[in-house]
């Protein structure tokens, strides 16, 4: 017995590949909805992970700015103290500087010289006097130049003979050396010129 199907089964199997294909659309785009969801969760986490990792680097940027400026500040107001500190020193040693001056002066004065006036001015003084020799004021720049730990670079201005005024009651007249000598003030522990140099450099006007 031959059987003959008469149903439209073209029709039938186009619809089921239809059937097939949409749902195989809609599993797709489930899976990319899905995707999409997990991708833009994970973005969103990632940013906002992100985001707390710059707000954490902005505050501990402006507590470093903070201490920067406390620092700065602090180091301003040191460099003040220091200079306030050696302005005071200053101060301090400038006001035994007179006494200083004065005791070397008269520890390297030989004998035969008198001292008439001393003038300072900054730290260059200038000293002025009488000898009895040539050789008397050699003798006190030599001591000025290797004795002293306040005097430095002693340097001969000026020296002429003068002829002293008979005393009463005699005819006998004197003569002496009228003499300017410059010198600058050191402190203890400041380098000394080189020996010789002052005297080799000083301007010097001898009159006989």
Same mark, same amino acid.
């Given at each position: !017995? ?23 659309? +809609? #599993? ?18 990632? $940013?906002? %992970? ?10 501990? *940027? ?13 180091? &301003?107001?040191?460099? =003040? ?15 035994? #500087?007179? /006494? ?8 390297? *004065? @030989?004998? +035969? ?7 300072? $001015?900054?730290? &260059? %003084?200038?000293?002025?006097? /009488?000898?009895? $020799?040539?050789?008397? #004021? ?5 001591? &000025? ?8 670079? !002693?340097?001969? #201005?000026?020296?002429? &003979?003068? $002829?002293?005024?008979?005393? @009463?009651? *005699? ?24 020996? =010789? ?12």
């Amino acid at each position: !017995m031959i059987l003959i199907n008469l149903l439209p089964h073209r029709e039938e199997r186009r619809r089921q590949r239809k059937q097939a294909f949409f749902v195989g659309l +809609g #599993v797709a785009a489930g899976v990319g909805v899905l995707a999409a969801g997990l991708w833009y969760g994970a973005l969103q986490q990632l $940013t906002q %992970v992100q985001q707390a990792r710059n707000n954490f680097l902005r505050d501990e *940027t402006g507590k470093l700015e903070a201490q920067i400026k406390d620092i700065a500040n602090l180091r &301003a107001e040191i460099e =003040g103290l220091k200079a306030r500190q050696a302005a005071v020193e200053d101060l301090q040693l400038n006001r035994n #500087v007179p /006494v200083h001056l004065l005791d070397e002066l008269v520890r390297l *004065t @030989p004998e +035969g010289i008198y001292l008439a006036s001393i003038k300072q $001015t900054d730290s &260059a %003084v200038l000293v002025s006097g /009488v000898a009895q $020799t040539n050789e008397r #004021v050699s003798e006190f720049l030599r001591n &000025a130049q290797s004795n002293s730990p306040w005097l430095d670079r !002693m340097e001969l #201005v000026e020296i002429k &003979a003068v $002829t002293q005024p008979a005393a @009463p009651g *005699t005819r006998e007249q004197r003569r002496l050396f009228e003499f300017s000598l410059r010198v600058s003030i050191k402190q203890p522990g400041q380098p000394a010129s080189a020996p =010789g140099a002052a005297a080799s450099g000083a301007a010097a006007r001898k009159s006989a």
